[in-house]
């Protein structure tokens, strides 16, 4: 939504009420639903409501406390049935997400406006959550989610298109809720100042590098057109300014918030190490060389033979394998030299092939072996045998996975008491309540 932009209630939006200021209830409780409000009350949001601050890390550093959240977080979502699934994940940790994989790049053929399954219009004003005094909008969303689907567009029909986006919306929206509760209480906990600063500073950030790229990777040539571009489905560059200013202030509030200095003592990296012995598990594994005569590609057995026969020959007069592989094998990998990388034991289709590769002496190239494709001859470059990550070399691994959970359990103790704090409307549970 556009600074100066009026949002006018429709006759599904919900007003907020008197007694919420700066997003928090002055009687905090876990109160989900807006009591009826008489008459037509109308929210009008200006440039004075969207203070959006810039963000220095220093700046925030130095503030009391809080959080920061972004207009709608978004999964990105690059194409297909994959890309729509991954828009719509409700990622547990959003905060662990780079600020800018969170605000989408507009290909041509988005829209802001799309015919609900239910015969509505979706606009991108209509406002799908209430977090405070701050309203979420299906135009925070539409963008990315047309973005998605656009590959489908054409293939499947428009009504289950638009069942889709209804869909990932929902599916999107709580982790946009969680994310605008910690922005608010970023908002409250920093000074106006300190807001400001941070602002300026994000805001350059972006127009700097993040404009830039997006201006690319929509193959657009200014960002004259990419304002053109999103502003053709109801967003701006102001709107996905402010979002990428919200998304880097909530993380950083997110790891501010998650700071814990306490050391990992020996005894818990070894009740963990002991826990978690299959983790530190790893199978045999080796690298080699292959060539392949394949029966389907010969008239008889013993042309393949006879074939697979002069590419050993050739290695063992002096030419290279790789090179007798990409001449003449008609293995999987003839075109790169028929170098395996990296295999573990049980990996392969052919067990004639796995049980070579484990049992042949390294550097040495086998006889001819056959199964039920064709004549092989390997040659084992490196192997290792199956084992364990001794306790040693797994202690720092261990001490980072440790400091992580204490870090994502006190995210996790933070974010839940902010639930308890801030007044939320989310559009798809009260329509949930409202059926028999």
């Known amino acids: 939504m556009s600074v100066g932009q009026d949002v006018t209630r429709g006759k599904r939006d919900i007003p907020w009420r008197q007694d919420i200021g700066a997003g928090q209830l002055k009687t905090p409780g876990n109160s989900r639903v807006l009591p009826g ?51 719509s994940q409700t990622a547990a940790n959003w905060w662990k997400e780079d600020a800018e994989q969170t605000i989408g790049t507009p290909e041509k053929g988005s829209y802001g406006r799309s015919v609900s399954p239910r015969g509505e219009v979706i606009l991108s004003t209509e406002i799908l959550a209430w977090v405070g005094n701050e309203p979420i909008l299906a135009g925070d969303f539409l963008g990315r989610i047309n973005e998605a689907i656009q590959p489908a567009i054409g293939k499947v029909p428009p009504e289950e298109l638009d069942k889709q986006r209804w869909l990932l919306m929902e599916r999107m929206l709580p982790n946009a809720i969680e994310a605008k509760m910690v922005y608010l209480d970023f908002t409250r906990q920093m000074q106006r100042e300190q807001i400001e600063s941070v602002r300026a500073n994000v805001y350059k950030q972006f127009d700097e590098k993040q404009m830039p790229r997006m201006v690319e990777q929509a193959k657009l040539r200014s ?35 998650s700071e814990d200095d306490r050391e990992v003592t020996h005894d818990q990296l070894l009740e963990f190490y002991e826990a978690h012995l299959g983790e530190y598990e790893y199978p045999a594994k080796a690298k080699w ?18 074939a697979i026969a002069a590419m050993g020959n050739a290695v063992l007069e002096g030419a290279k394998l790789e090179v007798v592989a990409r001449r003449s094998s008609q293995g999987p990998l003839a075109s790169d030299g028929g170098q395996f990388d990296w295999t573990t034991r049980g990996s392969l289709a052919s067990s004639v092939l796995d049980e070579a590769i484990f049992s042949f002496p390294v550097g040495e190239l086998s006889p001819i072996l056959e199964d039920e494709e064709g004549f092989h001859i390997i040659r084992v470059i490196a192997r290792q045998d199956a084992g364990r990550t001794s306790f040693l070399d797994a202690q720092s691994g261990i001490r980072d996975k440790i400091k992580e959970e204490r870090r994502d359990a006190k995210v996790k103790e933070y974010l839940e008491k902010l639930k308890r704090e801030t007044y939320v409307w989310n559009r798809f549970e009260e329509e949930q309540r409202g059926k028999p």
Do not use: C, W
């Open 223 to 257: 960002p004259a057109e990419l304002e053109a571009q999103l502003r053709s489905y109801g967003s701006s560059l102001d709107t996905v300014r402010r979002s990428f200013f919200e998304q880097v202030a909530a993380r950083e509030i997110i790891r501010r918030s």
């Open 37 to 87: 409000v008489d008459g037509e009350q109308e929210v009008r949001r200006t440039s004075g409501d969207v203070d959006e601050p810039q963000v220095r890390t220093a700046d925030l550093r130095n503030a009391p406390g809080g959080g920061s959240q972004s207009r709608g977080n978004r999964t990105a979502a690059p194409n297909g049935d994959r890309d729509a699934t991954a828009a």
């Open 289 to 306: 060389e292959h060539l392949m005569a394949r029966f389907s590609q010969f008239k008889s057995k013993r042309e393949a033979k006879k």
